[in-house]
T-cell receptor
Framework: DAKTTQPPSMDCAEGRAANLPCNHS???????VYWYRQIHSQGPQYIIH???NNETNEMASLIITEDRKSSTLILPHATLRDTAVYYC????????????FGQGTTLQVKP | NAGVTQTPKFRILKIGQSMTLQCTQD?????MYWYRQDPGMGLKLIYY???????DKGEVPNGYNVSRSTTEDFPLRLELAAPSQTSVYFC????????????????FGPGTRLTVL
């Protein structure tokens, strides 16, 4: 599975959009981009995933560049409850479903 | 539905003691995972199972054992506890909604906080 690189921390003002970047320059054609987040002391929570098209759900949007070497998770109107560690994970479709977590980005939403 | 349940929530062990961390799910998911998370770090996969009777090692399996006799339960066993096993342990499940499709999401339990002194 491809390795990802994320900034260790970011700040965002409450009510503004939070844009979290992820580099995955060695991604293969069959590998998906997944985003999870972990609010303090809780188990991680799935946010969104995509292959090459942009994706949107009720929580966030995922923008993947045309060459697929990077992506951005967008929280359109960040709230204080969005303060968490966000993990970008690249993984191929497989019959095991394993996830390999990196260090993630700590997002601090400030009032 | 309770989802993924883990017991106990907290535990303190002495070096050399053994214990079993319990994980139970009521979502009828075939796939189950055990992760550990050390302070300030990401999660690391210990063991996983793709169905009853089938288990395999993850990134950090040393010092642990698992079994999967039913779809619902996936216990993690520590035989000789060591201080290096002080961590938060998370159990997770997932399923495949269509053949050849990726697993859309893993569902995580609340975690077990283990301290080995």
């Amino acid at each position: 599975d491809a390795k990802t690189t994320q900034p260790p921390s970011m700040d965002c003002a409450e009510g503004r959009a939070a844009n979290l970047p992820c580099n995955h320059s060695t991604i293969s054609g069959n590998e998906y981009v997944y985003w999870y987040r972990q609010i303090h002391s809780q188990g991680p929570q799935y946010i969104i995933h995509g292959l090459k098209n942009n994706e949107t759900n009720e929580m966030a949007s995922l923008i993947i560049t045309e060459d697929r070497k990077s992506s951005t998770l967008i929280l359109p109107h960040a709230t204080l409850r969005d303060t968490a560690v966000y993990y970008c994970i690249v993984r191929a479709s497989s019959n095991t479903g394993k996830l390999i977590f990196g260090q993630g980005t700590t997002l601090q939403v400030k009032p | 539905n309770a989802g993924v349940t883990q017991t106990p929530k907290f535990r303190i062990l002495k070096i050399g003691q053994s214990m079993t961390l319990q994980c139970t799910q009521d979502m009828n998911h075939n796939y189950m995972y055990w992760y550990r998370q050390d302070p300030g770090m990401g999660l690391k996969l210990i063991y996983y199972s793709v169905g009853a009777g089938i288990t395999d090692k993850g990134e950090v399996p040393n010092g642990y054992n698992v079994s999967r006799s039913t779809t619902e339960d996936f216990p993690l066993r520590l035989e000789l506890a060591a201080p290096s096993q002080t961590s938060v342990y998370f159990c997770a499940t997932s399923t495949r909604d269509r053949s050849n499709s990726p697993y859309n999401e893993q569902f995580f339990g609340p975690g077990t906080r283990l301290t080995v002194l």
